[in-house]
Structures are given as C-alpha cells and as structure tokens.
C-alpha cells in the first residue's frame, strides 16, 4: 500500500475506535493511544503508520470480544502477529 492509502485506513479505524469509546466510555484504546501517531500526523513514516493500523486493529478486535469472540480473538491475535512484524520493520530502518 501507498503512505496515502495507510493514512486513509488510519483515518477510517480512527473513526471506528471513536464509534467505539462513544458507545462504551470505558473503553481506553491504551496501547494505541500510547504511540501518540494519529491519522493527521502526515510526517510521520509509512512505518510508523502501518504499525498504528495493527495495534489499533488489535485493539478494536479486542472490543469486539463481547459481540463475536471466536472471531475478534483471531482477529486480534493476527493484527497484534502484524503489528509485532511492523515494529521489527521500523527498528531496522
């Protein structure tokens, strides 16, 4: 993918996890919120973005335990493998 096109899916994630902290405030979204990389942080790298997306998608998988486990427990096991993957790619560059 494009930066462009990661920085779209930032974006849309974004606004899921927003959808998300409306409808269960005790949501807290901490791993990504801790990364301090938001959609509108243009300068930061292709990289770094990627690896936002995964820890995020993990995250929003995790919130979705309670309406589909079986699924959002794979799903987050593989975004979290990613995001694992994505960080070892930043560390080397």
Avoid: C, W
Wanted: net charge negative.
């Amino acid at each position: 993918m494009h930066k462009e096109e990661l920085i779209h899916l930032h974006q849309m994630l974004s606004e899921v996890k927003q959808y998300f902290e409306e409808i269960n405030p005790d949501l807290k979204f901490t791993q990504y919120n801790a990364l301090k990389i938001t959609p509108s942080q243009q300068h930061k790298s292709k990289m770094e973005h990627k690896y936002a997306i995964f820890v995020l998608g993990t995250e929003i998988a995790n919130a979705m335990k309670d309406v589909d486990y079986n699924s959002s427990s794979r799903i987050s096991a593989r975004m979290k493998e990613l995001a694992d993957k994505a960080l070892k790619e930043i560390d080397y560059q």
